[in-house]
């Protein structure tokens, strides 16, 4: 094909009667994108080729004028470009960076399985993190747990007990945990554990109870969240975390935990008095020992960092 110009003004005078189509494709046919990409294959084009086109010329031009004025387009989300297929010209539509973007974070969210979680775990960061003295053990542990883990994943990696007064971090610094091993494409699922507790206790008798417990115990990483902040039932400290417990243990799967009690003060005044008021402390050791089969303690102080 030789001039692209002469090329298009020729198709427009062959349409000369019909105004319509002649109002329709002058802007398309003197489109800047339109007149360079035809330049630019002119070897690939035959004239007969571009007067075939003349519907996916329109199309591109009107798709990619709402593209970019960000109205609804055929193709949400996609960006339309000129290509050449057969000598004729066609439009394809190539995802835009937006969405790109928004496809990249919908997969992370999906990594990060959150349940009864407060939102602020989807902000927590690392780089965030406040590294003041009392802190940095704590943060250096959660580093050496994800830098340990992201080498080598298929081999078992200690988890950390975070233990410290209400407001330090803890869970803030578990959503972190989380949302770097999710960036390096690894799942975690963390869980408010009175929440849980609670919801299980409502499933006795439904059918769902097994499979609800089956996901947590079974998760790649499981963080359980705020362990003895509500009074546990022996029912949920034998069939609900004695449960989760004792099969993480036998998978070695890591495992997270935080609570306002240090490990010993969680055997001696959570795990072991029952609602009845009764001491089993060979089952609180039990499961003590599971725990710390599974994690490090690592005692966080500060200030307290709520703000309400
Ligand atoms: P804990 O679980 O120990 O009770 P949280 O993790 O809930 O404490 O933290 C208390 C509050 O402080 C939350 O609102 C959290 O968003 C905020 N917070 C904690 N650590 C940080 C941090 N390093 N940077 C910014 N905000 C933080
Ligand atoms: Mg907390």
């Known amino acids: 094909m030789e001039n692209i110009r002469e090329v298009l003004k020729g198709l427009m005078s062959k349409h000369q009667l019909d105004t319509k189509f002649q109002d329709l494709m002058t802007p ?8 360079s990409f035809c330049e630019a294959h002119k070897n690939e084009l035959s004239a007969d080729g571009v007067a075939r086109s003349a519907s996916k010329l329109y199309e591109y031009v009107q798709e990619r004028d709402k593209y970019k004025r960000n109205e609804p387009t055929l193709m949400p989300g996609y960006q339309p470009i000129l290509i050449v297929n057969n000598h004729m010209i066609e439009v394809s539509y190539r995802p835009s960076k937006k969405l790109l973007a928004s496809e990249k974070q919908q997969a992370f969210n999906m990594r990060v399985k959150a349940v009864n979680m407060p939102k602020m775990i989807k902000k927590a960061r690392f780089d965030d993190f406040f590294p003041d003295q009392d802190r940095q053990s704590a943060l250096t542990a959660a580093l050496n747990f994800t830098q340990a883990y992201e080498s080598e994943p298929h081999q078992f990696h200690k988890g950390l007990y975070l233990t410290g007064s209400f407001g330090v971090g803890k869970t803030y610094l578990l959503g972190a945990i989380a949302n770097e091993l999710a960036a390096q494409g690894f799942e975690s699922t963390l869980v408010h554990f009175p929440s849980f507790a609670v919801e299980m206790k409502n499933a006795i008798g439904e059918n769902n109870l097994a499979e609800k417990l089956t996901l947590v115990k079974k998760a790649p990483i499981l963080m359980l969240d705020d362990v003895g902040a ?23 799967l890591p495992t997270f935990f935080s609570s306002n009690f240090s490990m010993a003060q969680l055997e001696t005044e959570h795990l072991q008095i029952n609602q009845r008021g009764e001491s089993e402390p060979l089952k609180a050791k039990r499961l003590m020992e599971r725990i710390k089969f599974l994690a490090t303690e690592v005692t966080m102080v500060g200030v307290n960092r709520r703000q309400n």
């Open 28 to 35: 398309v046919y003197e489109d800047a994108d339109v007149l």
């Open 230 to 252: 509500d009074s546990m039932s022996s029912w949920v400290r034998d069939e609900v975390l004695g449960v989760i417990l004792e099969y993480r243990m036998q998978n070695e």
